[in-house]
Each structure stands twice: as C-alpha cells, then as structure tokens.
C-alpha cells in the first residue's frame, strides 16, 4: 500500500514536470503571434521595414526563435542589406543548425559579400559529429533523449517483471539499445550546447574593416575584411577583439566593426 | 584611295602605252627618221617659277624628238601629286610639197609646294639616239598664301594656246568653307556639316583629294553621287559669290570632349579672266579684239583648296537617372510593340515587331532589350529602316521582327519591353514601355517532326534567376533568449524523476517478491513441524477417545501438510491434485499410493461403525508413517 501511493505521486509530479516543460520554454501567447502575423503581412507586401520593426519587437524583448530570425534575416535581404541579413540568418542557424531553408538563404546571402574565404578543413571526425548533431536543434536532442531514457527504462521494468522468458529477453535487449541511443542524442544535445555557448562569433558591419596586427591603432595592417564576412571572437582587450576568420587568420579589430551573432 | 587607283590606272594605261610606242616607234622611225634627221634635239622642262604654298602646279618636260629612258628630277620641297604623265603629239606639215614632221614628247608632273622657300629642281635626261640629253634646271620660289599669286610659267609653253598674260588670282576668289549646324551638341544628337565652295570666277574639274574624316562620329553622307550642284548667290564682306554646297554629312557624336573633323580638300581649276596684249600692232585689229567681248579669255588656274578644320565641342550626357537599359538613343522617338498572335501551339511561330520611330539616332539603335521566356526558340531579330536624313536631321523608323517559336506548351508571359532614349527637348532620360504580353502555347500536333530528341524527353531545370527563399508564414513558438531546455532544472528532473521512479520500482518489486518466495519456504519448513503439531493433538484426542476431532485432526494433518509442502491452495486439494502433484514431485508409486490410502482410510474410518479405537489406533500410526516417508524422500 504504501508503495503503491508513493509511485501514484511520482506520477502525479512527472504530469506537473511536463507541464513546466511545455509552457515554461514556448511562449505562445497570442499577442506575440498577432506581431509575428503582422511583420509576415507586411513582408510579402513589399513593406520590409515595417517587418523588420515588427520582428525586431520581439527580438528586443528578448524572445527568440529561429524561424523569426530566419524572417528577419530575409527582410534585411530584401532590402539589400547583406551584412544584416546574414547576421539574422547565422543567429538563426545558431539556434536550428540544420535547417534547409536557413542554411539556403545564408548561402545566397554569403554568394553576395565580396570577401572569399576557403574555410580551414575540420577533422573529419569533428566534422561528421557536427554534421549529425547540426540535424536537430539542441532542445529537440535533449527532448529525444529523454523520451528514449524513459521508453528504455520501461522496456527494462518489462524485463524485470514478466516470467515470460521471451518478454524478458525482448525487454532487456530493446531496452539496452533505446538506453544506448538515449545516451547518444543527449550527447549530442550536449555538444551542440557546447558549440552554442563557446567561441562567440560575430558578423562584419562596416563597409570596409583593416584588420590590426595587435589591438592598438597604430600597429601594421595586416589584412582588410568587408561587411558581410564571418569572424571568430577568441579574445578581447578593452574594446579591441581578436578575431579569426574562416581561412584561420587572426588579427585585431575595434568592438564598433561588427555584430555578435 | 582614289588617288592610288588612279595611279594604278594609270601604271596600266602607261604599261599598254609603252608597248605601243615600241612598235610605232619602229615604224615611225622607218617613216620619219629621213624628215627630222637633221632636226636639233631640245629636251626643256618648264613650271612656274612662283607658287603659294599649298598650290599644286605642273611640271612638264618636252622633247621634240622620240626618246627612251626618261629620268625625272629630285624633287626636293614638293610633293608629287600625280605623274609623271607621258604624252606625244605629232604634226605633219606640208608647205610647198615638202612635207615636215614634228613630233613631240611631253612629261609632267603635277606637284604641290609643301614648304616655303626657293627650291631648284635639277635637270631631267632623256636617251634620244642612244645619246643622253640634260634639261635645263629651274627654280621655284614658294611663297606664303596670298603673299604673291601670279606665277608665271617659265620657258617654253609651246604647243598650247596659252599665252602669257596677266593672270591674277586673289585668295579671296575661290573659297573652301565648311559650316556645321551647331558645334556645341549632346552627345548623341545629330549635327549637319556642310562643305561649301564660294566663288566669284568660274570653277571647273572640282576633285576632291581628300575626304573629310569623322573620328569619334557616326556619319552619312548626304549629297548624292551624281546630283547637280546647286547653284546660288551669296554676298560676302560685300562681295558677291557664287555658293554651291559640295558636301553634306549628318553626324552623330559618339562620345563626349572636343573632337576634331578632318577637313575636305580639293583641286579645281579656276578659270580666270586674262587681258590678252596686242598680238599684231595692227590697230584695226588690235581694236577690234581689245574689245571686251573678244579679247577677254580665261585661263584654268589650278588651286588647291582647303577647309579649316571644326572643332566640335561634344557636351556628354547627365549621367544621374540613366535607365538601365539606355544604349545610347538621342533624340525624340515612339515607340510601338505588336505581337500578331497570342494563342498559339507549340511548335508555331509568333511575330514580335517593335517599332522605334522618331527623329534621331536611329540608326545606332541597333538592338533591344527583349527577354523571352526560356522555353521559347528565338532568333536574332530581322532589322529594317525606313530612315530619311536631311538637313533638318535624321527620322524614321527602325523596325525589329522577332520570330519566336514555343517549344513546350504552358502560359507564357511575355515581360514589357522596354527602350530608353535621351529627350534633347525635355532634358531627360524618357522610358518607354510596352505592354506585357501573355501567350497561351496549346499543345502542338507536329511536335516529333520538329523536335528530334534522341532518347528521352527529359530536360535539365534552367534556373532562370535566385533568390532566397520565402519567410516562414505560419506562426511559431518563441522561446526566451538564452534560456535552453537542455541543462535546466527540468531537464535534470526529467532525467532524474524516471531514474528515480525506476529505482523505486526495482526496489518495491524486490521486497515483493522477497516476500512471496519467504511464505513458500516458511509453509514448506512449518509442514512437519505443523504435522507434529496436529498429530500430537491427535494423540491426545485418541487418548480421550474422542473420535469426531481424533478423525477431523488426521484429515487436517494429511491436507493440510500437503498444502503447505507443496504450495498448494486448499481449494485446489482433491485426491486427483495430490495425486499428480505428488508425481510431478516425483515420489514413488507406493508412497503415493500409501498417502492416498491413508486419506481414504480416514475418512473411510471415521464413518464406518465397528471398533473405533482399534481403527484409530491404525489410522494415527499409518498417517504418522506415511508422512514421515515422504519427508525422507523429499530430503
């Protein structure tokens, strides 16, 4: 009896935990939807700035979501504005770096930019576990590998419980693999957690940006890089950024050069 | 390049010449050579002895006999024009039957005084009966223009009419000028030049050495070969003259700055008034031919006329608002689109004509911007003119036909063409537009005559432009800004209440089935010693004599150990249970059968009348046996 009151509230608080996780991480509270209705309006009637001050509403709000940023980035391009729409589009790759239709729009932005970098080749390992873990976005890894934690640990309850041999073998088996693949997407959920909090990069703002050899104005040019283009953040003094670009080179820059992403 | 096919002209009418001159030669040597043995030789050059720079004059060599190998003179300060040009004449005279013969052999030069100064132009030979003979030399003064006309020819000028008068030329009376209709033009904007040639004496055999030369312009010449001159008067600085317009071009600026129009240059002869002198001393006839009518003759002058060069001050045009699509179009112009069907099928041909017509540049519109859908056959367009220049300036139309042949049947929408153009009136650039059209292409009936694909019908996707993609439309979830799922405090609880609950449910599940098995093992340890207990009571019932409990004990003790040894539910105990539960626990037939005797004995015993503690007595000692038989085999 006293078992049987203690899983009842187990139960009862894993009904309130999904509760918390469905509304406590979306807001999808009316009034933001009729704003995002709004900017999607005036989008596809040619009124970009009025889309963009729509979305960007939300945005200083501190709301996010791919998708919005995803928009915000297409308005900017409509408007020609290349660095800003790239800017968008890579904030919203952040957030869902899989995405076809994202990872379209960057690279039609990205054809527009007048600085050419060959990127550095990544480790082919690397290279694979990002090219997985890019196919989800983070929550939904970690969402998936918790839904897996509990079928496994169901299939495992199965094994234990039943006396039918066959059941037992299916359980535990089935069981182990979901257990497996669990591991696995939270892994990835933690990886693509890893890749989103380091190294900040930033997008180039200004026309024209000469790069410094060290984070003071008189110091040797050493390269010059155009709005549009995509940089490393890896240190800063001050208002000085050491950046890195994709073809590895590294240098100074002021802070009023660009956007983080 | 008409002088040097003149000159190559001439190279072959001198070639033929010479050819024949060797063969009369021969033959008129035999003729004559007996009549003009005795005749002296005089070889003479003569040309004027001043010239104006500029002015082309003749140079002319005469021999009075037949020659071979003549060497013309260096000419130093001159410029060859054309020659030298050999010509013969012969006269045969015959004065009281004796008959002369004259023959006379000329070379000339017609050269041009490119420097000023005194020039001596040294002597010419000629091989006359193997012998060489040297002209005499000859100076020419080259003076300045206007600083001196009237030369006079020195030497000989036998066998001509001219005798030497007073032949004068002022530079004013024969005029080369050139006018343009306005020298500060937009680029792009027609211009007419005009070249006239004013004149108060008559002028003849007008050649023109060079024509005039538009570099940076599009020209058209706008005299006709072979119209007449027109003729009319002018006056001039109070002078009259008579004007005729010798050429006419149209000019279309094709870029901007100062650019420069080579001028054109002629030669014609002037013909001018000479006073002859008294030839005779007779005063009759001196009188009679000083009169004015007869004694005035004109004597062809050569001159050399030149235009100054124009300068034309291109201005270029604005360069803010210019359309896209402006290739360089000035002036006034409509412009009309027809497109003769709209509904056709596959495989069929459209007309598309567009009409640019308007004063201007037509003819440097040499193409439009027309985009066609992919799908459609298209061919450069057929290009017709109707343009008419003038003065006034260049209109027209310029008319371009597309043939268009749809290949694949859909609707098909035909984008605006477009043309610009520079308006000189308004100032500005102006577009014209047609309209949009949209052709229905229905499926054809001839598309595999046609179309002779091999294999497959399949086609590559043209990609005609890109651009991104379209916003996300339907609505989404927003989330707040950093805040992730994964790692937060619902995520660890989501990963850690199912551990939990599974954990607890392992350890409830434990204790249970600790439980169930202890009660199992428990029964199976208490059997005997409940046995013992019961068959004790028993013993102490048959003691009393107490037969209806003595019985009831018995028949407990033997189920009831049963049931607990064998975990078996008392409802399920019968005969037929024990039985098989025994087997299976796999005592001996004679146990079994012993232990179901026994049973049925108790209960056979406890009903049967006769003596009951004699059957008691039996029945407690064959239960007490029996179970301790089969504790023995189950150990």
């Given at each position: ?261 | ?47 004027k002895t001043i010239v104006t720079l500029?002015e ?57 005084a490119?420097?000023e ?24 003064k080259v003076l300045k223009n206007g600083a001196g006309q009237g030369g006079a ?15 004068q030329t002022s530079p ?464």
């Amino acid at each position: 009896m006293r078992g049987n009151s203690f899983i009842s509230g187990a139960l009862r608080g894993l009904i309130v935990l999904i509760y918390i996780t469905v509304f406590s991480f979306t807001l999808h509270a009316g009034e933001y939807q009729l704003v995002i209705a709004k900017g999607n309006t005036a989008y596809s009637s040619g009124k970009y700035q009025e889309a963009i001050k729509a979305y960007t509403s939300l945005t200083s709000q501190g709301l996010e979501s791919a998708d919005l940023y995803y928009n915000l980035g297409n308005s900017f391009y409509k408007l020609n504005d290349i660095p800003h729409a790239i800017l968008w589009y890579e904030r919203a790759k952040r957030l869902d770096p899989g995405n076809e239709d994202i990872n379209f729009n960057l690279n039609v932005a990205n054809s527009k930019i007048t600085d050419k970098i060959d990127p550095l080749p990544e480790f082919f390992l690397k290279r694979w576990l990002k090219a997985v873990s890019d196919q989800l976005p983070l929550d939904l890894w970690a969402k998936a590998g918790i839904a897996f934690l509990i079928v496994a640990l169901l299939l495992y309850a199965l094994y234990l419980a039943s006396r039918v041999l066959l059941i037992r073998k299916l359980g535990f088996w089935t069981g182990s693999v979901t257990l497996f693949l669990s591991i696995v997407f939270l892994f990835f959920a933690w990886s693509s957690y890893l890749s989103l909090n380091s190294d900040p990069s930033a997008v180039i703002l200004n026309p024209t940006v000469t790069v410094k050899s060290s984070p003071d104005e008189k110091s040797t040019d050493i390269f010059v890089i155009h709005e549009g283009c995509k940089v490393q953040l890896v240190d800063h003094i001050g208002n000085w950024y050491e950046i890195r670009i994709a073809n590895g080179s590294v240098g100074w820059i002021g802070q009023d050069n660009f956007e983080k992403i | 390049m008409r002088f040097s096919v003149n000159c190559k002209l001439f190279q072959v009418y001198n070639n033929i010449y010479m050819v024949f001159r060797r063969f009369f030669g021969v033959v008129g040597f035999l003729a004559v050579s007996a009549a003009c043995f005795a005749q002296d030789v005089t070889f003479q050059g003569a040309a004027k002895t001043i010239v104006t720079l500029g002015e082309s004059f003749s140079l002319t060599y005469t021999l009075n006999s037949q020659g071979s190998d003549f060497r013309g003179p260096r000419l130093n300060g001159f410029d060859v024009i054309s020659g030298p040009f050999s010509s013969t004449s012969s006269s045969i005279q015959s004065v009281n039957g004796r008959t002369t013969m004259s023959v006379r052999y000329s070379f000339q030069y017609i050269l041009q005084a490119n420097k000023e100064g005194t020039f001596d132009i040294p002597a010419a030979t000629i091989t006359v009966d193997r012998r060489t003979i040297t002209s005499n030399t000859l100076t020419v003064k080259v003076l300045k223009n206007g600083a001196g006309q009237g030369g006079a020819s020195q030497g000989q000028s036998q066998g001509s009419s001219q005798q030497q008068g007073n032949v004068q030329t002022s530079p004013n009376d024969v005029m080369l000028k050139a006018y343009v209709s306005n020298a500060n033009p937009q680029q792009g904007e027609g211009i007419t030049v005009t070249y006239k040639i004013f004149t108060k004496v008559p002028v003849s055999q007008i050649m023109f050495s060079k024509e005039p030369s538009f570099p940076g312009f599009w020209s058209q010449n706008l005299t006709k070969e072979k119209e007449k001159l027109q003729q009319y008067n002018q006056v001039i600085d109070g002078q009259q003259y008579i004007v005729a317009d010798l050429r006419k071009y149209t000019l279309f600026p094709l870029k901007s700055g100062k650019l420069t129009i080579e001028p054109l240059e002629l030669v014609c002869q002037a013909q001018i008034k000479r006073q002859t002198k008294a030839r005779t001393g007779d005063p009759f006839f001196d009188d009679f031919f000083n009169d004015s009518f007869f004694n005035t003759s004109y004597t062809p002058v050569e001159k050399s006329l030149r235009a100054s060069p124009l300068v034309i001050n291109v201005r270029p045009l604005p360069s803010t608002g210019v359309p896209e699509d402006f290739a360089g179009a000035v002036g006034n112009f409509s412009f009309r689109t027809e497109l003769d069907k709209t509904s056709i099928k596959a495989n069929e041909a459209i007309n598309l004509k567009c009409v640019v017509s308007g004063e201007g540049n037509l003819q440097l519109i040499d193409k439009l911007n027309v985009t066609f859908p992919p799908d459609f056959e298209t061919y450069d367009p057929k290009v017709s003119n109707d343009i008419r220049s003038s003065e006034k300036g260049v209109s027209g139309s310029q008319v371009f036909e597309y043939l268009i042949i749809p290949r694949k049947p859909g609707k098909f929408n035909l984008k605006p063409i477009s043309f610009s153009f520079y308006d000189l009136k308004k100032m500005k650039y102006v577009t014209l537009t047609s309209p949009a059209y949209t052709i229905d292409v229905e499926k054809g009936t001839g598309e595999a005559a046609n179309v002779t694909y091999t294999g497959t019908n399949h086609e590559e996707i043209k990609y005609i432009g890109s651009d991104i993609r379209h916003i996300k439309n339907q609505s989404f979830a927003l989330s707040v800004n950093g805040e992730y799922f994964f790692g937060s405090l619902p995520f660890f609880l989501w990963i850690i209440l199912p551990l939990l609950v599974f954990i607890i449910f392992i350890v409830l599940f434990k204790k249970f089935s600790v439980r169930r098995s202890d009660v199992i093992l428990m029964k199976n340890l208490r059997a005997t010693k409940v046995a013992r207990k019961r068959l004790r009571k028993a013993e102490l019932y048959l003691k009393e004599q107490k037969q209806e409990e003595f019985y009831i004990e018995i028949s407990q003790t033997l189920w009831g150990y049963l049931g607990d040894k064998f975990s078996l539910p008392i409802a399920e105990l019968s005969i037929e249970t024990v039985r098989q539960t025994l087997i299976n626990k796999e005592l001996g037939e004679e146990i079994i059968q012993n232990f179901i005797d026994t049973l049925n004995n108790t209960d056979y015993a406890r009903f049967a009348p006769g003596e009951k503690s004699i059957n008691m007595e039996r029945i407690y000692n064959e239960a007490l046996a029996v179970i301790s038989r089969i504790e023995r085999e189950l150990r």
